[in-house]
C-alpha cells in the first residue's frame, strides 16, 4: 500500500531556508527563473504574479500562481489542458525540473530529478492528475 503524499504550504518566512535546503542556491538563480519561463510559455493565461510555496510530505517541492482563476495550458506535442492555479503550478514545475535535469552541472541535474519524481509521486494522486500528465507528457 502506497503513503499518500501531502503537502503544506510554505510560510514566507521560511522559504529561503526550505528552498536552499532542497536546492542550495540553485533555487533563486536557476530553477526559479525556469519555473517562471515555463509558465510563460505554457499558459497565455499567466501574466506574471506572486507565488504560494508548498512542502511535500515524500521531501519534494512545488510553487504555483496565488491567482483564484484557472489555465489554459497547451504543451510543446500541443496537449491541453485547462486546470487550477494549484495544478498549473505542479506541471509547470514538473516541467522545469525535467528540463534542468539534463544540465551539463551534474549536482543540478541530480538534485531536480530527484524533485521531479517526489512531486510526480504527489501529481499522481492530484484530483486533476490527468491534466497535469496530459500537459507533461
Not at 510530505?57 to 504555483?64: I, Y
Request: proline share 4%; hydrophobic share 45%; net charge negative.
Amino acid at each position: 500500500m502506497n503513503d499518500i503524499i501531502t503537502s503544506a504550504v510554505v510560510p514566507e518566512h521560511q522559504r529561503v531556508e526550505i528552498t536552499a535546503a532542497l536546492f542550495g542556491s540553485r533555487f533563486p538563480f536557476q530553477i526559479e527563473p525556469a519555473i517562471f519561463d515555463f509558465a510563460r510559455d505554457l499558459s497565455e493565461d499567466y501574466g506574471g504574479g506572486s507565488w504560494e510555496f508548498f512542502a511535500l510530505s515524500n521531501g519534494g517541492f512545488f510553487m504555483c500562481p496565488r491567482a483564484p482563476n484557472r489555465f489554459h495550458a497547451e504543451s510543446p506535442n500541443q496537449n491541453t489542458a485547462t486546470m487550477s492555479s494549484e495544478a498549473f503550478g505542479i506541471a509547470v514545475c514538473l516541467f522545469a525540473y525535467s528540463n534542468l535535469s539534463f544540465s551539463s552541472d551534474l549536482a543540478l541535474s541530480e538534485t531536480v530529478s530527484e524533485a521531479f519524481h517526489r512531486l510526480r509521486g504527489f501529481a499522481l494522486d492530484h484530483a486533476n492528475a490527468a491534466d497535469i500528465l496530459r500537459i507533461i507528457d
